[in-house]
């Protein structure tokens, strides 16, 4: 097991580095950070002095060599020379912005490393990540499950329609439904402003800032695990081993549960990793509607100010925690079905 | 020689000025105040603010209300319904003294006013924040500042001046040799005449103070705050917006009621995801949302909801500073019958429909607005019809039928104002197309039109849209009709249509040398009643405000001082019972 583990890690290192290099050099072949500073009326010229001013004039390489020696050294902006050397000799080193390794960056726009910048945006992301995985994941299994148990009856009926139309509907309907009729017109909830986890007596405000865009976020997970968890269910307790299970008379929960759902729970754990690493990268469009300022909402941000080194921090903190995930994925799948592991 | 103040620059007769009629919600001026305390909240929308770094802060609506809440300038100009108002003292201790006409202006700065640690404010903080506005990287690419100290002190940017934090030493002294403190006493001198040095000291946050002791590489988002609130937060959060308290350390006595009335014990800053979420919020009018408003203009989409009922007592149309017109590029159409003939075609009633309708604004005949000190209606286009005229076009065309290129930023509003423009030219026998510039592109829109090549693009006609920096005709005729230097390869100001004639400089450097402001204001009509005459631009809309607030605001007054945008200054919370 554990040279299993070790092995997957190594494949995820891997795998960052290549995508840290790609990333970089689709984004910075074909833009430049300084547009940020140069303002609505920027003009060529304009844009070609300040892009030297701020050192993002130097080649591809040379500027991918700097952002890989941040990553492990950390870095100093603006990245200019002889720019900090004018700073410094005008008695303005204070102006010199230091950024940590690993150092992903420094937003132009924002006037912030883009370290800080995550970091802020980390909270309501988790939050909402956190929050709506538990309500679909607990929910979702459990209808499915209940679906599964009572196909072709009037309850299965019930779930397979309504998990269908709310599939259907976009997350933004959703989203502005809830923030536009149940929150402002009807105020039959509070206008949801995001209140930061800091302590426990702050799990109430937290709780209750965060439910109605983790509702709209977890309707639309909710809707498709109900439907992966009653086929999943479905089909395992058609296999033999369950109507052998019932022939030995083993009574039906533990048919149900020991047995047709723990099979069943091995490619939903898949299914589940890979969902919440992805709205660990932000979810935009629920973001945007309650306007929560997380990983999708700077995303947008980052998109609409042309603000490349966010995007690319952004971008690797995504792929990695997707990454990350596929390991304890794999890792767990291991541990639920043994064959993995032998089959390696 | 005797000093004698010419800072009288605003207390102008407005013949003719259309000030829309305000109706303000007992709007209190002059120092008849409404209720103290309570919390107010401002509505805006996520993003659109872009610093509050005070040597960034360029639009309208921030200037008003950082002005009126935390940054305190030289001069500025007091809550007033009355469209004449001057610039006042306000941490100095006049508007400022000159001797010899303008070019060199002194002020000397109030005791007993500090900075929200206690520190007091000195020349010394004056100089230093004038400093940092030369700065190119820290302005953000804005540079309004920049743009009027390159005009009046170009000798100091010639020098090479890039601010504090880089520039030689020669450079350097090139500007201390122009400004500098002598303890609480500030001098400014200009290579020209200045005439309204004071009001744009008091519409632009350029000249104002900065503690350098906590001046570092992030300024952006942070408020060191001189005025009557300080922001609770370390940073404006440019998504959600920010906390202001009241500010210990503020003197009332070194204020004025006339400017700031601080009423509200907190002002709430907070922005949301877009416009219809702000106004149903102000429509349903419930809790807190009671006691906000907005500096957002009603969308046509809620005008159904407003505009009839009890709803309709809490909304407010004024004036507004800005206007919308048609660049005609004098490069490329130089005669200026082709140049009177667009304007005359043009249906400004179909562009305005497209725009949103009347609420959005009226045809314009200038491109300065009715809500600038000295509005005159240029009578180049007073009598042209607002629903264009193909017929009258013709006879100025005389047969021919030029090829014209209309350039645009590509946004859904314009993409309904091309078909307008594109139909009003081809009935007058032009020949249209269209050059679409892309929101991402790169140089964007601005960029692309500033240029003299117009981005290797043959363009003849592109969007445009203008407002006063201060209630003076000269932030709006000297950056759009004036030469531009010889030689240069970009508009300077904001004169993208390359247009160039020596009367009309001419016209401009005697107004910029006028000290009295009825003159200038003169000077500056006659100036665009040539240009329009030459054909140097199409006026299309002499845009409107159209406010909502909550029922609890009370003292809701669009004025000059704020840009028509709501005053902060005069803002109050009404009791429940006052509702």
């Known amino acids: ?344 | 020689m005797k000093k004698r103040s010419i800072a009288r620059w605003g207390a102008i007769a407005v013949a003719g000025a259309a000030i829309t009629a305000l109706t303000a919600c007992g709007a209190a001026t002059g120092g008849d105040t409404g209720n103290t305390g309570g919390t107010v909240t401002y509505l805006g929308v996520t993003g659109q603010w872009e610093g509050t770094d005070p040597a960034t802060v360029y639009y309208g609506n921030e200037i008003a209300s950082l002005r009126r809440l935390v940054y305190r300038g030289l001069t500025a100009l007091p809550i007033s319904d009355d469209p004449n108002v001057a610039p006042v003292a306000d941490l100095a201790t006049d508007t400022g003294t000159s001797d010899d006409g303008g070019i060199t202006w002194t002020f000397t700065i109030k005791d007993g006013v500090t900075w929200e640690d206690g520190t007091p404010i000195t020349g010394e903080d004056f100089i230093y924040g004038l400093s940092r506005s030369f700065d190119e990287t820290l302005v953000n690419g804005t540079g309004v500042g920049l743009a009027y100290f390159g005009t009046y002190a170009a000798s100091v940017v010639e020098a090479g001046y890039t601010g504090p934090f880089t520039s030689s030493e020669e450079a350097k002294a090139a500007f201390a040799e122009r400004f500098y403190a002598d303890g609480q006493k500030v001098t400014y001198t200009f290579d020209r005449p200045w005439g309204d040095f004071p009001a744009a000291a008091a519409g632009l946050f350029t000249t104002d103070p900065y503690q350098a002791s906590v001046d570092d590489g992030s300024t952006l988002w942070e408020i060191n705050s001189n005025g009557p609130y300080m922001m609770e937060e370390d940073e404006f959060d440019s998504a959600l917006g920010a906390t202001f308290v009241r500010n210990p350390e503020y003197d009332p006595a070194t204020d004025s009621t006339d400017l700031r009335q601080a009423l509200p014990d907190q002002f709430t800053f907070e922005l949301v995801s877009d416009t219809d979420v702000l106004f149903q919020r102000l429509v349903a009018d419930a809790g807190d949302d009671k006691a906000a408003f907005t500096d957002a203009n009603i969308p046509a989409t809620f005008y159904s909801q407003v505009e009839s009922g009890a709803i309709a007592d809490r909304t407010l149309k004024s004036t507004s500073p800005y206007t919308r017109f048609l660049f005609i590029n004098s490069l490329t159409v130089t005669d200026p019958d082709v140049r009177r003939a667009l304007a005359v075609s043009l249906n400004k009633e179909g562009m305005i429909q497209a725009y949103g309708g009347d609420n959005y604004g009226e045809p314009s005949t200038s491109i300065v607005s009715n809500a600038v000190s000295g509005f005159e209606p240029n009578p180049a286009f007073a009598d042209d019809n607002p629903a264009g005229d193909p017929a009258a076009a013709k006879t100025l065309l005389a047969g021919a039928t030029p090829e014209i290129t209309i350039g645009y930023a590509v946004s859904p509003t314009n993409e309904k104002l091309i078909p307008v423009i594109q139909q009003s030219f081809e009935a007058a026998g032009f020949i249209v197309s269209t050059y679409p510039v892309a929101s991402d592109a790169v140089p964007g829109y601005y960029g692309q039109m500033a240029r003299k090549d117009k981005n290797g693009q043959k363009v003849d006609v592109f969007l445009g849209g203008w407002a006063a920096d201060w209630p003076s005709m000269s932030t709006v005729i000297v950056p759009i009709l004036q030469s531009n230097p010889e030689g240069a390869e970009s508009g300077v100001g904001f004169n993208y249509g390359f247009y160039s004639n020596a009367e009309v400089d001419d016209l401009i450097e005697q107004a910029l040398a006028a000290t009295d402001p009825a003159e200038q204001a003169s000077l500056f009509s006659q100036a665009d009643a040539i240009a329009g005459e030459d054909g140097a631009y199409i006026p299309v809309v002499q845009q409107k405000n159209y406010f909502l607030y909550g029922s609890r605001i009370g003292g809701f007054l669009p004025d000059v001082a704020s840009s028509f945008y709501p005053d902060f200054g005069s803002i109050y919370v009404k009791p429940e019972a006052a509702e």
């Not at chain 1, 599964?148 to 309850?155: C, E, S, T």
């Not at chain 1, 302590?199 to 992966?228: G, H, K, N």
């Open chain 1, 1 to 344: 097991m554990f040279a299993f583990i070790v092995r997957r890690i190594l494949v995820g290192v891997v795998m960052v580095v290549v995508m840290i290099f790609v990333v970089f050099s689709l984004f910075f072949a074909n833009g430049n950070p300084a547009i940020n500073q140069c303002g609505r009326y920027c003009t060529p010229e304009k844009l070609a002095e300040i892009t030297g001013l701020l050192g993002y004039d130097k080649s591809i390489p040379e500027q991918f060599g700097a952002f890989t020696a941040g990553l492990i050294v950390g870095r100093d902006f603006p990245v200019n020379d002889e720019y900090r050397e004018a700073l410094i000799a005008n008695g303005y080193e204070n102006r010199i912005i230091r950024c940590d390794a690993p150092c992903l960056g420094y937003s132009q726009s924002d006037q912030k490393t883009v370290n800080q910048l995550l970091v802020k945006a980390a909270g309501p992301t988790l939050s909402l990540a956190v929050v709506s995985f538990t309500i679909w994941i607990f929910f979702g299994v459990l209808i499915g499950v209940l679906a599964a148990v009572f196909k072709g009856r009037l309850l299965d009926r019930i779930v397979v329609g309504s998990t269908l139309v709310v599939y259907a509907l976009p997350v933004f309907v959703i989203g502005t439904f809830f923030l536009q009729y149940v929150a402002i017109k009807w105020q039959l909830y509070p206008y949801p402003r995001f209140e930061p986890l800091r302590e426990p007596a702050d799990i109430l405000p937290w709780l209750t800032s965060i439910m109605l865009p983790a509702v709209t976020l977890a309707l639309f997970f909710m809707a498709a695990y109900v439907r992966y968890t009653r086929a999943f269910v479905l089909e395992s307790l058609s296999e033999d081993y369950i109507r052998t299970a019932r022939a030995k008379g083993l009574p039906e929960r533990t048919v149900l549960f020991k047995h047709g759902l723990r099979s069943a729970l091995t490619p939903l754990v898949t299914l589940a990793g890979l969902d919440f690493a992805g709205l660990l990268a932000g979810a935009i469009i629920t973001e945007s509607v309650f306007n929560y300022q997380g990983m999708g909402a700077l995303a947008v941000k980052a998109n609409n100010n042309q603000d490349l080194p966010v995007l690319i921090g952004l971008v690797i903190v995504g792929a990695t925690a997707v990454i990350v995930m596929n390991i304890i994925v794999d890792i767990l799948y291991a541990y639920i079905d043994p064959r993995v592991r032998v089959s390696k």
